[in-house]
């Protein structure tokens, strides 16, 4: 899909960025005929007040590949790992200024290991700063700051500016 979205991108560049939205959470976004077994633990505990909301999450998942039984080999992690382990830690914050405005904080660390014919292990954190308001009746907007950075073998950092507008019709 991105070599139509964004056919500049050379293909290492590609599978960079479809490996990364992957490890960031949008797991559904990728589609194969590749068979796993994973196994995810998570809790999380909310503390709610008058204006302030704080969340601490933790997750473990363990994703084992089986593609023997499928015959095909899916370019993404399990082709160069049997096993993918990730441990994650999150907390967030929001705060309402007032009843139309809204400040968001957040952290997210993760460790992610994968083991079998190659092994690797990619550590990532990401801080994020925003604020949210309700621009009308039906309209609210946001901008938010994201940074982040990945240690290991797919090392980089990010910073990220966000506007967004939406409206309800």
């Given at each position: 899909a991105l070599t139509s979205l964004r056919p500049d991108l050379s293909e290492l560049e590609r599978s960079r960025l479809a490996l990364e939205a992957y490890r960031n959470g949008?797991?559904?976004a990728v589609r194969s005929n590749a068979y796993y077994v994973q196994r995810s633990v998570g809790a999380s505990w909310t503390i709610d007040g008058v204006r302030n909301t704080l969340t601490l999450s933790?997750?473990?998942s363990d994703r084992n590949s089986l593609d023997t039984l499928s015959g095909f080999r899916f370019g993404g992690e399990l082709e160069n790992y049997d096993r993918v382990s990730t441990r994650s830690a999150s907390l967030s914050f929001s705060h309402r200024l007032s009843g139309f405005t809204t400040l968001n904080a957040g952290y997210v660390h993760s460790k992610s290991t994968g083991s079998g014919s190659a092994n690797d292990e990619t550590t990532r954190s990401i801080a994020r700063l925003g604020v949210s308001r309700r621009?009308?009746?039906?309209?609210?907007?946001?901008?938010?700051?994201r940074h982040t950075r990945a240690d290991g073998s797919d090392?980089?950092?990010e910073n990220a500016v966000t506007a967004t507008l939406g409206m309800r019709f």
């Open positions: 949008s797991r559904d933790v997750q473990r621009l009308g009746a039906n309209t609210d907007g946001g901008l938010t700051y090392a980089y950092t």
